[in-house]
């Protein structure tokens, strides 16, 4: 198992831990989660910034892999002709994103490549190209946690970037299922366009995210065509139906279709696909959901009054209070929205006394209470 990825200046070292058998310098091994195979150049144990090349790594010890790029944190690597996967490490859903910008137009493939470095360090953060400005677009589990990784592009590699402010992750959900069909028949001179389909979606658990399912036969729309509608039904999730937030925890299953023996074309179903997926999300009962976090604040005795005030006021929800002597501890769950800038007001509020622990806990639908936050997704910095 990789545990961890670690960018040096001059190479890359996947540190492992090995659970069965011996990984020896040399051995060809199966990257089992990307399904790619590599041969093990050389092998090392860390003693702090200092590194010991060795000859083997036993089952039970833990060492690394010097110069490797085909594998990130929480790969499985096996034997080749005995494949397994073990259980990958558990990443929370990225909760905040920003767009970030090279100071220098000329940076931008090296930012890329650096923001691609840090996400195979930490899956928490996701990479993606806003699709309006072509600009990165990068998302974490805190607004700490995104200016660390703007810190490390400037100390790391030595790129200055323009960070936009920290805008909350929302999303889209559906409430029922929903059936639509759309065809799309055009003429592009001598040469036709056809494409027919039909899709049914469907609520699934919170935090599922999206699954794609093929209920027809292939005599009904050919194999070829399967990768074009699930690109359209990608394209109409992106770009959501209320607010432009992704549309997530739903399955789209293929009901339907038709092709024509000669016009069908991909780009024609993948069109008919973004249609109808749309289509069917809007008669599904769409609604926006935000992240909600647990909150822990510890503060002294003559604080708690204003910070449980300031909490109530930011649409948390108490659900307990502990004490030690002088000191009281609030945990509550708060709406991400309502929690940016809360260490500085906190610090305010309690003369710098107060400290607080926040982590994500589920996507819920956005209370009618209070300020949400909502607004259009924004495409720009």
Known sequence: MVFKVANLPDERIAYVRVYGGVLRKGDTVRNADRDASFKVAALVQMHANRRE?????????????????VASTGDTLCDP?????LDRIAVPQ????????????????????????????DPSIRVAIDQETSLPLVS???ELHLEIASERLRREFGLNVRVSRPRVAFRETITQAATAERSIVRQVGPVGQFGHVVLAVEPARRGGGFTFVNDIQFSVVPRAFLPAIEEGIHDALDRGVLAGHLVTDLVVRLVGGSSHPVDSAPAAFRQAAYQACQEAVLAAGPTVIEPVMSVLVETPD??????????????????????????????????????????????????????????????QPISTTGKSGLVSRPHST
Do not use: W
Request: glycine share 12%.
């Open 302 to 363: 003559d604080a708690v009054g204003d910070v449980i005030g300031d909490l109530y006021a930011r649409r948390g929800k108490i659900t307990g209070i502990s004490s030690q002597t002088g000191v009281q501890t609030v945990a509550c769950v708060v709406p991400l929205a309502s929690m940016l800038g809360y260490a500085t007001e906190l610090r305010s509020k309690t003369r710098g006394r107060a400290s607080f622990l926040m982590e994500f806990k589920e996507y």
């Open 140 to 142: 974490g589990m805190g």
């Open 94 to 121: 990225s909760v905040i994103e920003v767009v970030m910008e090279p100071a220098a137009g000329a940076d931008m493939p090296r930012l890329v490549m650096a923001l691609e470095k840090l996400a195979a360090e």
């Open 81 to 85: 002709n005995h494949l397994i996967l």
């Open 53 to 69: 090349a060795i000859s083997e790594i036993r089952a039970g010890s833990i060492g690394a892999l010097v110069g490797e790029d």
